[in-house]
């Protein structure tokens, strides 16, 4: 099997790419600590392609990497690069975030997730973007998921991500969407190594 590297020191996204990836020749493994990456881009895109890349030509093997945020309309598309970095915990980052939003009646907002993966020798060769369209609620409903998840309603669904089962999640959200679209061509080149 082929190996890529994913460009993250958090084995749980490799196990959620594995699942995303389970059908490919590709065999995930977490990048080596020692191996810093800067998120210097100005979007989700750029931020991934240069993690993939950044990954790829210091290990000369193939990466991938992904990048994700939040983006509130009436807030200028806040917190967006900066989700991860809005406050110190879940708790403040979604404190935070209804604090800004106030009793602003516009609450639609999307999650956008960009993925990239690099050649060994760095360039990219292949990229996607996914994105899912929701509302802000007032305050904060269901337990399960992660970062926003209780404050982000999909009225399709009527439920907020935090309700959703995990199947359902991975299937429409940002991320669902961005692997969706990056599988065949993640697929071909799996097949391309083996
Ligand atoms: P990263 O892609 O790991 O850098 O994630 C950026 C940040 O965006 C996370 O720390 C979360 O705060 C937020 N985020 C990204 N995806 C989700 C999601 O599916 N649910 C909730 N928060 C998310």
């Not at 800067?38 to 392609?49: H, I, K, R, S, V």
């Not at 790829?56 to 509130?72: C, E, P, Y």
């Not at 802000?136 to 439920?159: A, C, K, N, S, T």
């Not at 935090?162 to 969407?177: D, F, P, Q, W, Y």
């Amino acid at each position: 099997m082929a190996v890529l590297v994913v460009a993250t020191g958090n084995p749980g996204k490799v196990a959620e790419m594995q699942e995303y990836l389970h059908d490919t020749a590709w065999n995930l493994q977490l990048k080596p600590p020692e191996l810093e990456i800067e998120e210097t881009g100005t979007t989700f895109l750029e931020n991934a392609e240069l993690k993939a890349s950044q990954v790829a030509k210091a290990l000369g093997q193939w990466a991938i990497a992904d990048d994700s945020g939040l983006a509130v309309d009436a807030l200028g598309g806040a917190p967006g690069l900066y989700s991860a970095r809005y406050g110190k915990t879940n708790q403040d980052r979604i404190d935070r975030l209804l604090k800004d939003l106030g009793e602003n009646p516009n609450r639609r907002a999307k999650f956008i997730c960009a993925v990239a993966i690099a050649r060994p020798d760095g360039t990219i060769a292949a990229k996607a973007e996914g994105e899912c369209p929701g509302e802000i609620l007032r305050e904060m409903q269901g337990d399960g998921g992660f970062g926003y998840d209780p404050i982000f309603y999909v009225p399709e669904y009527q439920q907020t991500f935090a309700e959703m089962s995990g199947e359902l999640k991975n299937r429409i959200s940002h991320r669902g969407k961005a692997f969706e679209k990056i599988l065949p061509q993640v697929t071909a080149l799996g097949n391309e190594q083996v």
